[in-house]
């Protein structure tokens, strides 16, 4: 039988969430759908835009204080 | 690769490079899902910090008993301040200057960083824009699922919700997102 895909089944088939089944025949079909090619680049250039940050250097720093202090300070009771 | 797990049983014994290599490990996820959620870098810091803390004093309390699945548990407690932090913001009475501007922006409480004040006139930069503007629940999904990798089951636990709902949040999203992309090179051309 031949699965209604939905969008919804697209955004999963994207993270790689989508079951075996629905895997292989969008992975079959999708050379003969232009839509969702075209709705998966879409995920594609907004998972581009989600670009990854870094905490300051002074975060790491005050953290890793702080986990040596309380580790100083069990000690010393 | 060492486990989550085993890293904060090593960190309990007195290893404290157990608790650097957690921290190196998931430190970008954690911080750029912060930042993503209150959309603020200063404020973001201090949030990273604070769950940092939070989370090492409820491993060294004992508290901690997720095994490998830190990162989700870390990401609920960051969630829960920046959601904290949001409604604070949004209570705190704006003061301004004679001229009826922001005081906080005047004195550079606020300021947008460098990275942020790099103006690139392209798409991805602007859909940045736009994912900052989403609703919040549309926003949370995208940014759990795309900065901190987080499967939409996990998102579902973090947030309360099911899993349908995450991905019904997510469309929503992508719907909205390709509007704005729509309309803007509507206008462009």
């Known amino acids: 039988m031949i699965p209604n895909i939905t969008e919804n089944d697209l955004i999963l088939y994207y993270y790689h969430e989508s079951s075996a089944e629905v895997t292989k025949f969008i992975n079959d079909q999708l050379e003969s759908q232009p839509s969702w090619s075209k709705f998966l680049k879409k995920l594609d250039l907004i998972r581009s835009a989600s670009s990854s940050f870094s905490p300051s250097n002074t975060s790491i720093s005050i953290i890793l204080e702080e986990s040596i202090q309380k580790e100083t300070h069990s000690h010393s009771i | ?189």
């Open chain 2, 1 to 189: 690769m060492i486990a989550d797990g085993i890293l904060i049983k090593q960190y309990l014994a007195g290893n404290q490079g157990s608790f650097e290599a957690l921290l190196k490990r998931h430190k970008n996820r954690i911080f750029s899902s912060i930042y993503g959620l209150v959309g603020d870098r200063y404020l973001a810091e201090d949030i990273f910090q604070e769950t940092f803390i939070k989370i090492i004093h409820s491993i060294r309390a004992g508290k901690y008993n997720h095994e490998d699945k830190f990162l989700p548990w870390a990401l609920r407690i960051s969630r829960n301040m920046c959601i904290d932090s949001i409604r604070q913001r949004k209570r705190m009475p704006m003061v301004v200057d004679s001229e009826g501007n922001d005081i906080l922006n005047n004195l550079g409480v606020f300021e947008k960083s460098q990275e942020e004040l790099h103006i690139e006139n392209d798409e991805i930069s602007m859909l940045k824009q736009w994912i900052r503007e989403l609703p919040e629940e549309q926003k949370e999904v995208l940014i759990l699922r795309n900065y901190a990798d987080l499967s939409f089951k996990e998102i579902a636990a973090i947030t309360n919700t099911n899993i349908n709902t995450c991905i019904g949040r997510m469309h929503y999203a992508v719907l909205n997102l390709r509007k704005m992309m729509q309309k803007n090179s509507v206008r462009v051309k």
